[in-house]
DNA sequence: CTGAAAGCGCTAACAA
DNA sequence: TTGTTAGCGCTTTCAG
């Protein structure tokens, strides 16, 4: 049997170099004298094996441009090396910032990520899973759609490691990372305050988003802690673009006791409100303040240069790809859920550089 | 052997429920009373098979939540259904939707893409080819970093199928598709004649990309089929970055000629340069005009409003996609160099709207 | 330290 | 139409 395959073997890697054959390790292991499993241990730096053979089955392979199947190795050792990195939108610089470090720390670790892009919407995002899924990946990086179906995740987290990021979800109890909210908003409003403010309006984000829930938490809380009344005609939600903002600031402009400043859900929300101020002829940090929520790119150039909190989504994408592998070392971590530290970027939209 | 086999799996399905494994699709079979060469028939929705059966290993999927190993698959076939998607920096909104477009068309077609990000150096480039090589996807879809060595690409290219986007490679016969940025800029430039300015500059972007080259050769002929000269001194070069075409117009302005309108190498040079002409007392759009490319979600809402040129990055990424396809189905096919027709879109920065 | 043999989960010829 | 039998390229005991 062996001296069959052996035979077979010889035959097609004659051929292979014409056909679409890649080599394989044993054209390798041939090609220095030794065996299929001396040949694999090389490969995997064991330590079991001599100077000498390594650096024969080393010089092999560079000579015949061997690439190694993960594949095929995976098929044994139930590891694929994979994960799925399921985010709701990668055209916003924030979500993109998020899988960059997540990309980063998983390609030092050898890792790589299946992207898959949702859109937001719910229906793809399962057919996206279904198919990371089949592709067999080792855990999934999920930052999940608005109108995420508990029982989905929760089938999914049978079936594979799960972190979610960014966007916590209620009822499931998995691992999440993403910023503290509460906190973030809280510093925001409480230097808007801070600065002389006593209506402020929280402007914008969808309605079902447990990061808007989180961050309106943080925006109460800093109004209570500094005795102000929380005042329902303030609030208003969006869609999360600089259309959204736009229209909700000046809707709120309208009512006859309008806000000076706002504390917005992100920060192409309060680009959009700033672009509404300067359309209802108001100039943003001086007559009136805004402040952010992100950090993203284009706040620090905007004009004026956004006031706004920082999250440091390169560092969040980080810390949930290294979650997501202490959990597959170890799958009975009990679950966390991490949410890092904000702190507050002054720029001058707020007006407190004057 | 066949018994010994039977046996085997009906411990391991017993146990699997609890420990690690997953259902296989000979339990399936099992649980639908068929053999596992007719269950995976139905799984690839072969017509070789009645209704009837169809229905019943349907049936068991559901029940037992099979998911389709694709590894296993792929061994067997060699496919894998997954392709590379290298990219120099999602970070930039241009490429991000060149991925998104990417990603789109191959999700559609049943393919995963496995993301790289190569933050433009040519060392994680190579890491992450190798990588992605080893995971073995069928086809690599490379946005190459500046320093791309060429023979690298020329053994990556002997492997699998290729196809560059957006930034072309010398020296290398390989698929390309990206826009048309000699047109694209001339364009750009003869908008600025048309409304009659004379001393246009040329500004910022790397002195090796091609699609610098590219963009100044448009410029040129522009230029020459106007009849205007060309000024050496109203070129620079930059950064790619906002700080990049700050600086760069800053240099310009110092001159004792200096221009009156800029063709800028992309939208984000452009926002500096603008930030730069406030700075030195200019208001783009009425005594300077700039001219952009790429239109970034940006360019629109910028105060003022970038006039800028189109290369529909989403649709170049969907069309790199489908040719990788083709090229999968027909390694064939001869190559070809695909630059998609840009567009001018004209907004207040150029003036032209006064 | 190295080699032989068995098998990971699937598909593809070929028989029935 | 369905079942049987061999692998795909790798890893992993277990002997040497």
């Known amino acids: 049997m062996d001296r069959e395959s052996r035979v077979n073997v010889s035959h097609q890697s004659a051929k292979d170099k014409h056909r679409s054959g890649r080599v394989r390790l044993i054209d390798v292991a041939h090609d220095a004298g030794v065996s299929r499993a001396t040949a694999s241990l090389v490969i995997r730096n064991s330590s079991l094996v001599s100077e000498q053979t390594r650096e024969k089955v080393l010089k092999s392979i560079e000579k015949l441009g061997y690439v190694y199947n993960r594949g095929a190795a995976g098929l044994r050792t139930r590891q694929s090396y994979a994960i799925g990195l399921v985010v709701t939108d990668i055209s916003n610089p924030y979500f993109a910032e998020l899988a960059i470090g997540a990309e980063a720390h998983l390609e030092q670790s050898g890792y790589v990520a299946l992207l898959a892009n949702t859109s937001d919407t719910a229906e793809k995002q399962a057919r996206s899973l279904e198919t990371v899924l089949e592709h067999g990946v080792d855990g999934v990086l999920l930052c999940p759609a608005d109108q995420t179906p508990p029982d989905e995740v929760a089938r999914l987290h049978r079936l594979v490691p799960l972190v979610s990021i960014a966007r916590s979800l209620s009822g499931v109890d998995i691992d999440y990372i993403g910023p503290d909210n509460v906190c973030g908003t809280q510093l925001g409003v409480e230097h808007l305050i801070a600065h002389g403010h006593q209506r402020i309006a929280f402007v914008g984000g969808p309605l079902q988003s447990s990061a808007r829930e989180e961050r309106l938490k943080g925006y109460k809380a800093a109004l209570k802690k500094n005795g102000l009344d929380f005042d329902k005609s303030l609030l208003v939600t969006s869609q999360v673009s600089r259309n959204g903002g736009y229209s909700a600031i000046l809707s709120l402009l309208e009512s006859s006791n309008s806000p000076t400043a706002a504390m917005c859900y992100n920060d192409i929300v309060a680009f959009g409100v700033m672009l509404g101020l300067q359309a209802a002829g108001y100039t943003p940090g001086k007559d009136f303040a805004v402040v ?21 989504p390169h560092k969040i994408g980080e810390v949930a790809a290294s979650r997501l592998l202490e959990r597959i070392q170890q799958p009975t971590l009990t679950t966390k859920q991490s949410r890092l530290p904000c702190n507050l970027i002054v720029r001058e939209s707020c007006g407190a550089h004057t």
Do not use: E, K
């Open 292 to 312: 952010g929520f992100d950090n993203i790119a284009d706040a620090a150039t905007w004009p004026p240069p956004l006031t706004t909190v920082s999250g440091d």
